[in-house]
């Protein structure tokens, strides 16, 4: 027993000391995402209103931030909840960098390759299970303007075929240069403004989107407008 | 350094012993038929055929713990005596006294299909699961209640420990081994193969049901699957629940009254027919096609436009025909039957 528990011992040492010399350091990158409507900090207890004066709660908000762009690619999914994680970290090369996107939504290929887990996990109740695909975002709640059983409003943004597929990449120009050292850890935070989701929306008139098509098309394109670079750390 | 790492390594992987031996699966090769076209993609590109995944999937298939009842199965509504479609049922039973809004397609050679049931809506197999799985009027189940429920049985262990290499148990893990179960059904063995294949004769009636399935049926349920796997409209009148196929998944109009044309190997044990059941046997079948085809409808599929006309013997022969796509072979192969004793909810 004791003989395994040295010969862990010392291949742990030996490959941390390969690690350090070896590769590169780098830094990390946190996008932390703020959610507010009407100006304030989204949460369960709040009231907010459309632009166009609906009045509505918000019960749930989660959505897929993925491939991520700064510099180079970054190849993986992330699910960010207004009401839990919502922020995503990554390990960044050190450098100077003026540009950041990502892709809202899951892409094309990721719909329909099968079983996947993690973020894309159907446990995270974000797949179809009757039209395969993800829905790429998520907003439930209540309004009296819904006439939708119970009141309910459900806006699950999905589709990733042809002229309705609803992932849309975001991009920001990074006004302040954002310069990433070694082992330094910086934050960009995104504010995310649901009040521009409900641009040419309407609570009464579609409180409850479900599947793919011309409507949810028209709810993603409002995605580019919703979020923006408040601050970067 | 790097020997010396690669020796750290299989020393640390000798050490760890979880009581299961080494992860050493038997990888398996989906066997195409002599003479049959290669399928267009690959449903075990990312989800490697083995042995123990095979068995891990069909002892999932057959497990009444994926349904909210603990008693529903795959199995229950796909039977291998029936060809894995629900015998004798229009709609098949769901948990809790519910039906299905359609006819339980029979399952092989699913390997040559790129989309799967009647409307087409999955678009790869591994996932295809997750819809019966979560109906309300199937099993009813969610997969959390599943991982739990799988959590507390012991037998499961080794299973997942051979198939992928260690204990836990995952959604992923849970539709890979389904895939690789239902992925492996294939169907390729019945009288009409072994007649194509020069190792039996057909009866003079047999020869004459081909030569009038050739004429009038093989454009669209064409050899040697005996399907295009392609949408089209036959012409039935829309249905009491209005099912429009496959424009509830394209949106389109012009999908309107589309199913997937199925496969007429095994129709002899996969009846009643059609997307939800309607018809009870092969005469009422070629009866439709003959006279029953709504032509008012405008996605009505080309290839039906000229009328087809069958003597009463003629609709005989066609019949004994189609029975000669049974494959008992498939339908009794103890591989696909379940591996313990189990009692069926009805």
């Given at each position: 027993m004791?003989?395994?528990?040295?010969?862990?011992?010392?291949?742990?040492?030996?490959i941390c000391?390969?690690?350090?010399?070896?590769?590169?350091q780098?830094?990390n990158?946190?996008?932390?995402?703020?959610?507010?409507?009407?100006g304030?900090i989204v949460?369960?207890?709040?009231m907010?209103t459309?632009?166009?004066g609906e009045?509505?709660t918000?019960?749930?908000l989660k959505?897929?931030?993925?491939?991520?762009e700064?510099?180079?690619s970054?190849q993986h999914?992330h699910?960010?909840?207004?009401?839990?994680?919502?922020?995503?970290e990554?390990k960044?090369?050190?450098g100077n960098?003026r540009q950041?996107?990502f892709?809202?939504?899951v892409?094309?290929l990721?719909?329909c390759?099968?079983?996947?887990d993690g973020?894309?996990?159907?446990?995270?109740?974000?797949?179809?299970?009757?039209?395969?695909?993800?829905?790429?975002?998520?907003l439930?709640?209540?309004s009296?303007?819904?006439?939708a059983?119970?009141?309910?409003?459900?806006q699950?943004?999905?589709?990733?075929?042809?002229?309705?597929?609803?992932?849309?990449?975001?991009?920001?120009?990074?006004?302040?240069?954002?310069?990433?050292?070694?082992?330094?850890t910086?934050?960009?935070?995104?504010?995310?403004d649901l009040?521009?989701?409900?641009?040419?929306g309407?609570?009464?008139?579609n409180p409850?989107?479900?599947?793919?098509g011309?409507?949810?098309?028209?709810?993603a394109?409002?995605?580019p407008?919703m979020?923006?670079?408040k601050t970067i750390? | 350094m790097i020997?010396?790492?690669?020796?750290?390594?299989?020393?640390l992987?000798?050490?760890?012993?979880d009581?299961?031996?080494?992860?050493?699966?038997?990888?398996?090769?989906l066997?195409?038929?002599?003479?049959?076209?290669?399928?267009t993609?690959?449903i075990?590109?990312?989800?490697?055929l083995?042995?123990?995944g095979?068995q891990l999937g069909r002892?999932?298939f057959y497990?009444?713990?994926l349904?909210?009842?603990g008693?529903?199965s795959?199995?229950?509504?796909?039977?291998?005596?029936?060809?894995?479609?629900?015998?004798?049922?229009d709609l098949?039973h769901?948990?809790e006294?519910?039906f299905?809004?359609?006819?339980a397609?029979?399952?092989?050679?699913?390997?040559?299909?790129?989309?799967?049931h009647?409307?087409?809506?999955?678009?790869?197999i591994?996932?295809q699961?997750?819809?019966?799985?979560?109906?309300?009027?199937?099993?009813?189940?969610?997969?959390e209640n599943?991982l739990?429920k799988?959590?507390t049985?012991?037998s499961y262990?080794?299973?997942?420990k051979?198939?992928?290499?260690?204990k836990?148990i995952?959604?992923q893990?849970?539709?890979?081994?389904?895939?690789?179960?239902?992925?492996?059904?294939?169907s390729?063995?019945s009288?009409?193969?072994q007649?194509?294949?020069g190792?039996?004769k057909f009866?003079?009636v047999?020869?004459?049901?081909y030569?009038?399935?050739?004429?009038n049926?093989?454009?669209?349920?064409?050899?040697p699957?005996?399907t295009?796997?392609s949408f089209r409209n036959?012409g039935l009148p829309?249905?009491r629940f209005?099912?429009?196929?496959?424009?509830?998944?394209?949106?389109?109009?012009?999908d309107?009254l589309?199913?997937?044309?199925?496969?007429l190997?095994?129709?002899?044990?996969?009846?009643p027919?059609?997307h939800?059941g309607?018809?009870?046997?092969?005469?009422?079948?070629?009866?439709?096609?003959?006279?029953g085809?709504?032509?008012?409808?405008?996605?009505?599929?080309?290839?039906?436009?000229k009328?087809?006309?069958?003597?009463?013997?003629?609709?005989?022969?066609l019949?004994?025909?189609l029975?000669t796509?049974?494959?008992?072979?498939?339908t009794?192969?103890?591989?696909?039957?379940?591996?313990q004793?189990?009692?069926y909810?009805?």
């Amino acid at each position: 027993m004791s003989k395994k528990i040295l010969l862990q011992a010392v291949a742990f040492v030996v490959i941390c000391m390969l690690h350090s010399s070896l590769f590169a350091q780098n830094g990390n990158l946190v996008l932390k995402f703020v959610h507010i409507a009407n100006g304030k900090i989204v949460h369960h207890n709040g009231m907010f209103t459309t632009p166009n004066g609906e009045p509505y709660t918000i019960s749930k908000l989660k959505y897929y931030v993925s491939n991520v762009e700064l510099g180079k690619s970054f190849q993986h999914t992330h699910l960010v909840n207004a009401f839990g994680a919502d922020s995503i970290e990554m390990k960044v090369p050190p450098g100077n960098y003026r540009q950041l996107s990502f892709l809202l939504g899951v892409d094309s290929l990721l719909n329909c390759s099968g079983a996947q887990d993690g973020a894309l996990d159907p446990l995270n109740d974000m797949f179809w299970t009757w039209n395969s695909g993800y829905v790429m975002f998520k907003l439930e709640g209540i309004s009296d303007s819904s006439h939708a059983d119970l009141n309910r409003i459900e806006q699950h943004i999905g589709g990733y075929k042809g002229e309705n597929k609803t992932m849309r990449r975001i991009s920001f120009d990074l006004n302040e240069k954002l310069t990433i050292g070694p082992k330094e850890t910086h934050t960009i935070v995104i504010e995310v403004d649901l009040d521009k989701f409900w641009d040419k929306g309407s609570i009464a008139k579609n409180p409850v989107i479900v599947i793919p098509g011309v409507l949810a098309k028209q709810a993603a394109d409002n995605f580019p407008f919703m979020f923006r670079v408040k601050t970067i750390l | 350094m790097i020997l010396l790492i690669a020796l750290m390594a299989t020393l640390l992987g000798a050490a760890k012993d979880d009581g299961y031996g080494p992860f050493k699966p038997t990888p398996l090769k989906l066997a195409i038929p002599k003479g049959w076209p290669k399928p267009t993609g690959n449903i075990f590109a990312k989800n490697k055929l083995t042995e123990e995944g095979f068995q891990l999937g069909r002892k999932l298939f057959y497990d009444g713990n994926l349904s909210k009842d603990g008693v529903t199965s795959c199995g229950s509504c796909h039977q291998q005596f029936a060809a894995f479609s629900t015998y004798d049922h229009d709609l098949s039973h769901g948990v809790e006294n519910t039906f299905t809004s359609r006819n339980a397609p029979a399952l092989f050679n699913l390997a040559w299909m790129t989309s799967y049931h009647w409307d087409g809506g999955i678009n790869h197999i591994e996932v295809q699961p997750l819809s019966p799985i979560t109906a309300h009027n199937e099993m009813g189940e969610t997969l959390e209640n599943i991982l739990a429920k799988l959590n507390t049985d012991s037998s499961y262990s080794r299973f997942f420990k051979a198939a992928f290499g260690d204990k836990a148990i995952t959604t992923q893990r849970i539709l890979k081994a389904l895939a690789q179960f239902t992925g492996s059904l294939i169907s390729s063995n019945s009288r009409y193969d072994q007649w194509k294949n020069g190792t039996l004769k057909f009866t003079p009636v047999e020869e004459s049901g081909y030569a009038l399935y050739k004429a009038n049926c093989s454009s669209c349920h064409k050899e040697p699957l005996f399907t295009d796997n392609s949408f089209r409209n036959n012409g039935l009148p829309i249905n009491r629940f209005g099912d429009a196929g496959r424009q509830r998944i394209t949106g389109l109009s012009s999908d309107s009254l589309k199913f997937k044309v199925p496969s007429l190997r095994n129709v002899q044990y996969s009846v009643p027919y059609m997307h939800d059941g309607r018809f009870n046997d092969l005469d009422k079948v070629i009866t439709h096609y003959i006279s029953g085809i709504n032509r008012q409808q405008p996605t009505l599929d080309s290839l039906l436009q000229k009328p087809i006309v069958f003597t009463e013997r003629q609709k005989l022969e066609l019949i004994y025909f189609l029975y000669t796509l049974t494959d008992t072979s498939f339908t009794k192969n103890k591989r696909f039957a379940p591996a313990q004793q189990i009692t069926y909810k009805h």
